[in-house]
């Protein structure tokens, strides 16, 4: 019986020796140490021997199966070793092939307009500023001249907060937010997002405005004018024409809307300026009286003139979109289309 193990563990050595693969010698280890293997055989078969044989064959059995069982493991673990070095062998990196390329972003058309029109301002003194956009019924209504029972309130559509607060309808609250912590004179930009409850083709719940705000002594409508048409002309070409009509703000007197020479039919009659020929761009005037009185300016010391921009409008015309709500899709198609653009 003894004899019978030592030629089965030297058969056993050749098959190990002849194995060149571990699935070769996973065979080997099936067809000795498996369910149904040679070795397990005869472990099964101690049973029917006598005592005596039953501890010399068991001990030899059992000595057998741990060589075995080591031969296994250490051929199968150099082979293995084997097989990952043939791998890292063939699979050299070239670290001089080309990556894979990402591509480059674009920014978005509405900073970049924001940009341009900060930048045009910045040239004449204009610095930037900015508030929250949750802000106080005081800042965002009453210290602009419009009171609890003010129509005009009406008008702006507000997201109404539980605590009291409001979503800002306009960027003119920041006018009031830079009087009250800066003295005259002052010459300030408030780009940033604004809220109201409407939402259709054309009108977006949030939406930006950029403020402008200019105090000073002795400042007068001739120079909301000249710089207004200005900016305008700076943006959108030398040659355009700029229209002044009078209009209605509570926190401004006189106010006035601004209108640019529409600038796809240069004047003729589109449908993008309604057969006009001229495009709505912004609210501007004279700062209220109650205004400076609300922020503790004095009304008869200093003058100042206010202005407010959509800035999604003026995208929309400068770069010629024809749908606001492709301002807002986020489609990487559509803003991969402004990568080189001013
Ligand atoms: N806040 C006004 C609006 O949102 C615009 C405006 C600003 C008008 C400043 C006059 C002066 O409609």
Redesign the pocket.
């Known amino acids: 019986m003894i004899s019978r193990l030592e030629e089965l563990k030297s058969k056993c050595e050749t098959a190990l020796q002849n194995a060149d693969t571990v699935s070769g010698i996973e065979d080997v280890r099936i067809s000795y140490l498996g369910k149904k293997g040679v070795l397990t055989d005869i472990l099964k078969g101690l049973k029917d021997l006598s005592n005596e044989e039953k501890a010399s064959v068991g001990q030899a059995a059992n000595q057998i199966k741990t060589q075995i069982t080591d031969a296994i493991d250490a051929k199968r673990h150099a082979l293995e070793r084997d097989e990952m070095n043939a791998k890292l062998v063939s699979d050299t990196v070239d670290v001089s092939a080309p990556g894979v390329g990402r591509g480059s972003g674009a920014s978005h058309p509405l900073h970049r307009m924001e940009k341009l029109i900060v930048e045009c301002l910045g040239r004449i003194g204009f610095s930037t500023v900015s508030g929250p956009e949750i802000e106080t019924e005081f800042n965002n209504f009453e210290a602009?001249n419009i009171p609890a029972s003010h129509p005009a309130r009406d008008?702006?559509d507000t997201f109404y907060m539980k605590d009291g607060g409001v979503l800002r309808?306009?960027?003119?609250p920041v006018?009031i937010r830079a009087m009250q912590t800066m003295a005259p004179p002052l010459r300030i930009l408030a780009p940033g997002k604004?809220f109201r409850c409407d939402a259709d083709v054309s009108h977006s719940p949030v939406f930006h405005?950029i403020?402008?705000?200019l105090v000073d002594k002795h400042v007068s409508f001739a120079e909301l004018k000249g710089t207004l048409e200005f900016f305008l002309r700076s943006l959108f070409g030398d040659s355009k024409k700029v229209r002044f009509r009078p209009?209605y703000?509570p926190?401004?007197v006189p106010?006035?809307e601004v209108d640019l020479e529409c600038v796809m039919c240069k004047g003729k009659g589109c449908g993008i300026c309604k057969q006009t020929g001229w495009l709505e761009v912004?609210?501007?005037?004279m700062?209220h009286r109650n205004v400076f009185k609300a922020v503790g300016y004095d009304p008869e010391e200093v003058t100042g003139?206010?202005?407010?921009?959509?800035v999604d409008r003026l995208a929309m015309l400068y770069y010629q979109i024809s749908d606001i709500r492709l301002l807002y899709e986020n489609d990487a198609r559509f803003i991969s289309q402004f990568k080189g653009a001013a």
């Open positions: 602009l008008m702006h309808t306009h960027t003119s006018q604004v405005q403020e402008g705000l209009s703000f926190f401004t106010s006035c912004m609210g501007a005037g700062v003139f206010a202005f407010g921009l959509g």
